[in-house]
């Protein structure tokens, strides 16, 4: 998948098309303070539903701890939405 096919999923969804937080950032700068209230919550919604996917999916203790702390760093939560969207 290109870069440009991965963007165009990101604005479908209604989020900003930037994985990086520098970028984010600068971006969310330049939008309006209530799109960018918009954006913010619409991407929480996605790595919310992802984390619930995986905690239901998960069959062991162990890996219960594992997504917790996996979905405890911004990173690893933009890499996840970004994996959900090339997929």
């Not at 930037?18 to 984010?24: L, P």
């Not at 600068?26 to 918009?38: H, I, M, S, V, Y």
């Not at 913010?40 to 890996?63: M, P, Q, V």
């Amino acid at each position: 998948m290109t870069n440009l096919e991965l963007t165009i999923k990101a604005l479908n969804e209604g989020i900003l098309p930037s994985f990086n937080s520098t970028e984010i950032a600068a971006l969310l700068e330049t939008c309006d303070p209530r799109e960018a209230r918009k954006m913010k919550r619409k991407f929480r919604k996605l790595w919310r539903r992802e984390r619930k996917n995986s905690l239901i999916n998960a069959s062991t203790a162990e890996e219960v701890k594992v997504i917790d702390v996996m979905f405890s760093l911004p990173v690893q939560r933009r890499n996840l939405v970004r994996k959900k969207l090339l997929g």
